[in-house]
């Protein structure tokens, strides 16, 4: 590909993101950032977990995504008596044309490729489970038997953090496979006003399909496609290594307040955002600007506080903008790197020598 059917090709990846963007607007007053962190969790494959009081927009935002896009969509709203059987399927007798019976798997609505997780909270730790191999792996296993969920897959859930009564605390193996951790916040009185004024008149404004299934595939290939330069992939590694209280490059507050920090998949998270923001400014590389605009809903969900951290009402934001304060972006790669001289893409060499780009495990 020449130098300008690039620059076609990535313009044109643009302008179908401003596409969906533009649309879910006219549904979503406001929220750019959140519209924007969800959109390139889709790029990146990866699963959302919205966090916000009730009544500012979370489902609806889900549902304008949806709206947005030509795919399936499927809500599944979380109550304590929500059996996994009721999300991933379950299997039917049914009687054959010889008078016989047989066994047929009726899927349930995780075979969506948008999946609404709503209040995910409120249902209990057996039903969150079910949602843990589909989330992985993107298979769910019946009776010994695994079945492939469509692609692309992502799960929006929302959660609310106020109302603890009734509901069970995602556990930490679960709240580590969503990509993103977005706080939903109040609206300002200006967009407050506006959403008034759309939503009391006699026609409600709603989202059409401006973006294929093969589009947004293509648009997702175009991501893994992105070059992260060594030094961008060593700043992430630095950063990540930061939230960890063990280690010598924590910060004084990591140290005193955290109990575990981000881990691979948390540094797999930020460098594939990176990626993604950087495509969808036009850009085929990603830089240090990129990584530090995602690091907080990357890698807020992936660092627990520990007694003291907890007792004394610690923010696990201001202990990650203390990390991207104090953690030197220009730094000499380790001698092993050097020698064996990863690929740009921050890809896996291949035994065939070729660099294999792509994460998997987000």
Same mark, same amino acid.
């Given at each position: ?146 079945? +492939? ?63 294929? +299934? ?68 036009? +850009? ?79």
């Amino acid at each position: 590909m020449t130098m300008g059917e690039t620059k076609l090709a990535v313009d044109k990846y643009r302008e179908s993101l401003e596409r969906v963007r533009e649309e879910i607007h006219r549904v979503i007053i406001g929220q750019e950032e959140v519209v924007n962190l969800v959109l390139l969790a889709l790029l990146c494959e990866g699963h959302v977990l919205l966090e916000g009081v009730p009544g500012i927009g979370k489902t609806m935002l889900v549902r304008a995504l949806a709206g947005s896009l030509s795919l399936s969509f499927a809500r599944i709203q979380f109550t304590p008596d929500l059996m996994p059987a009721d999300i991933l399927g379950t299997s039917i007798v049914m009687q054959n044309s010889k008078g016989g019976f047989d066994l047929r798997f009726e899927k349930g609505p995780v075979f969506a490729h948008l999946v609404l997780a709503d209040e995910i909270n409120r249902a209990s730790p057996k039903t969150q489970a079910a949602l843990l191999e589909a989330m992985q792996e993107r298979t769910v296993t019946i009776r010994g038997e695994n079945h +492939r969920l469509p692609s692309p897959f992502q799960v929006l859930a929302t959660q609310n953090p106020l109302e603890m009564e009734g509901t069970y605390p995602l556990p930490e193996a679960q709240v580590d496979r969503f990509f993103f951790k977005i706080l939903v916040d109040y609206p300002s009185e200006a967009e407050l006003v506006e959403i008034i004024q759309s939503t009391s008149g006699p026609n409600l404004p709603s989202c059409s399909p401006v973006l294929s +299934r093969e589009e947004l595939l293509a648009l997702q290939k175009a991501v893994r496609e992105v070059v992260v330069p060594p030094n961008v992939a060593g700043y992430a590694a630095r950063l990540v290594l930061a939230t960890q209280p063990g280690e010598e490059a924590a910060t004084a507050g990591i140290r005193r307040y955290v109990r575990y920090g981000a881990g691979p998949r948390g540094a797999q998270a930020l460098v594939m955002a990176a990626k993604a923001r950087a495509l969808g400014m036009g +850009r085929l590389n990603a830089g240090v600007e990129d990584l530090q605009e995602v690091v907080l809903p990357a890698l807020r969900h992936r660092i627990g506080l520990n007694f003291d951290g907890l007792s004394e009402g610690a923010s696990v934001d201001q202990l990650l903008l203390e990390v991207i304060k104090e953690v030197p972006v220009e730094k000499e790669l380790p001698a092993e790197l050097q020698e064996k001289g990863p690929p740009l893409d921050g890809g896996r060499k291949r035994k065939d020598g070729r660099a294999a780009s792509g994460t998997r495990g987000l």
